[in-house]
């Protein structure tokens, strides 16, 4: 059993830049794989990014390759996303999962534990 706790989020201006953190209870943490996705008011859920537990190898969604960097540190079972040069399009729910299947990485089907998610707001 994995618990899920993110924290970081706010209101930043466009530009800006925000870290996420995302503080995960339970033994298995470091045997995980760890996304973040995000989801706007009226769309569907969207993914960031993600980090597999065994090759620390990262995948990041198309609209933030280049601007998110998303890390890990097992030994304070946290994971992280570094968010920077913020877009107003970036405004979203920002939730963090845990998962043990090795596929895409990229879909929610994947990961089986969730965060409540945290708000960022990017003002233009």
């Known amino acids: 059993q994995v618990q899920l706790v993110e924290s970081g989020g706010g209101l930043v201006q466009a530009g800006g830049s925000l870290r996420l953190s995302c503080a995960a209870s339970?033994?298995?943490?470091?045997?995980?794989?760890m996304a973040w996705f995000r989801q706007a008011p009226g769309k569907e859920r969207e993914f960031v990014a993600a980090?597999?537990?065994?090759?620390?190898?990262?995948y990041y969604g198309d609209s933030v390759k280049g601007r998110f960097t998303i890390s890990r540190d097992n030994a304070k079972n946290t994971v992280y996303l570094q968010m920077n040069s913020l877009k107003p399009a970036d405004t979203a729910g920002y939730y963090c999962?845990?998962?043990?299947?090795?596929?895409?990485?990229?879909?929610?089907?994947?990961?089986?534990?969730w965060g409540q998610g945290t708000q960022v707001t990017v003002s233009s």
């Open positions: 999962a845990a998962g043990d299947i090795d596929g895409t990485y990229r879909t929610s089907r994947e990961y089986n534990y």
């Open positions: 339970g033994r298995a943490f470091s045997k995980k794989n």
């Open positions: 980090i597999r537990w065994s090759t620390e190898w990262t």
